[in-house]
């Protein structure tokens, strides 16, 4: 362990102390469920995260994809579990902002059942096209979309994604056909051999694709340029002036966890986000790293979110399922 490190995990055992006494004696590990498949942005952030908090913690931290239904199956696994620190879930705007508002049976109540700890990472949504794609812009893209109302497609295997591209049809006039996946791969898979049109995805998630050359973003969702992809206009730039869908990122636990527990794990998971090596890592995946952050920031940001959501996806009639 190198110095900083050794320094960070005494300090955190110091002013933790209690903490480490409400988890269960022994050496079980930590479950850090991600409600996605492998490979997505979720995904890569959740082992990113666990490879550099298990040895600052002590405890082995094991990442379970626990995919389906827009991330609510693994969520509410979480919500049900002992509220002992040691079953945590990654887990954003998919499963804690949208759901309640596009599943009429959603077994969990994402305030009331899980306890927020950390916002981890954010990610801006762009809009892709297969590599070889007549769309050379998004002026074009719209610009056919027009010509042709009703036969262009996109996937979405998410609500967030489908809500980024409804609220652009909206603003912007057009009929564009939804096409619904059940995983990112497959999804970004049928948009570069053009099966579908286009496609919003977070930059994390796609960067695989990309850089094989297969799919190519048009326009980003977001008020400025990311420094990522600078020479990719935003949205804004064409007009439009809408809500500002982004993907975004944090770990929660079962309601009822003990504050010192969830103040514990904050609080390392905090100092880690300090690291250069790791905010570097997670710029590579077009992932921005939060740091400062507090389980009250993040249950403010979740209560505002679901509010600014809510009132998007009723506006664009979204009938739950």
């Known amino acids: 362990m190198n110095p900083r490190r050794l320094l960070l995990a005494v300090a955190l055992s110091v002013s933790c102390g209690a903490a480490l006494a409400q988890f269960p004696p022994g050496d079980r590990?930590?479950?850090?469920?991600?409600?996605?498949?492998?490979?997505?942005?979720?995904?890569?952030?959740?082992?990113?995260?666990a490879e550099e908090?298990?040895?600052?913690?002590?405890?082995r931290i094991v990442v379970d994809?626990?995919?389906?239904?827009?991330?609510?199956?693994?969520?509410?696994s979480v919500a049900k579990s002992p509220p002992d620190g040691l079953t945590l879930v990654m887990i954003g705007g998919t499963g804690i902002v949208s759901a309640p508002f596009v599943f009429r049976n959603l077994p969990y109540d994402p305030v009331k059942d899980l306890k927020p700890v950390y916002f981890v990472a954010s990610s801006p949504l762009a809009l892709f096209v297969a590599a070889d794609s007549p769309a050379r812009s998004?002026?074009?893209?719209?610009?056919?979309a027009k010509a042709q109302p009703g036969k262009l497609t996109y996937a979405a295997h998410n609500i967030t994604n489908r809500v980024a591209m409804e609220v652009i049809k909206q603003s912007m006039s057009v009929d564009v056909i939804h096409v619904p996946y059940k995983s990112m791969p497959q999804a970004l898979g049928d948009v570069a051999t053009g099966r579908v049109t286009a496609m919003f995805n977070d930059l994390s998630g796609s960067a695989q694709f990309v850089a094989a050359g297969k799919i190519?973003?048009?326009?980003i969702m977001r008020r400025a340029r990311s420094p990522r992809i600078p020479d990719v206009p935003t949205v804004y730039e064409f007009g439009y002036r809408g809500h500002e869908v982004i993907n975004w990122t944090?770990?929660?636990?079962?309601?009822?966890?003990?504050?010192?527990?969830?103040?514990?794990?904050?609080?390392?998971?905090?100092s880690i986000a300090q690291e250069p090596r790791l905010v570097e890592r997670f710029e590579n995946l077009g992932l921005g790293l939060r740091q400062g952050g507090t389980p009250e920031s993040l249950e403010n940001f979740v209560r505002q979110d679901i509010d600014a959501m809510g009132k998007v996806i009723r506006h664009l009639e979204i009938v739950p399922e």
């Not at 994809?65 to 509410?76: D, F, H, L, P, V």
């Not at 944090?250 to 794990?265: H, K, N, R, S």
Request: proline share 11%; no cysteine.
């Open 29 to 49: 590990p930590i479950h850090l469920i991600v409600p996605f498949t492998p490979g997505s942005g979720t995904d890569t952030a959740a082992r990113l995260l």
């Open 65 to 76: 994809n626990r995919a389906g239904a827009s991330g609510t199956i693994g969520t509410a």
């Open 53 to 59: 908090l298990a040895p600052v913690i002590k405890r």
């Open 250 to 270: 944090g770990v929660f636990a079962p309601a009822g966890t003990p504050p010192e527990i969830v103040e514990f794990l904050a609080n390392a998971i905090r």
């Open 216 to 219: 190519r973003p048009l326009a």
């Open 138 to 144: 998004f002026q074009d893209l719209i610009d056919s």
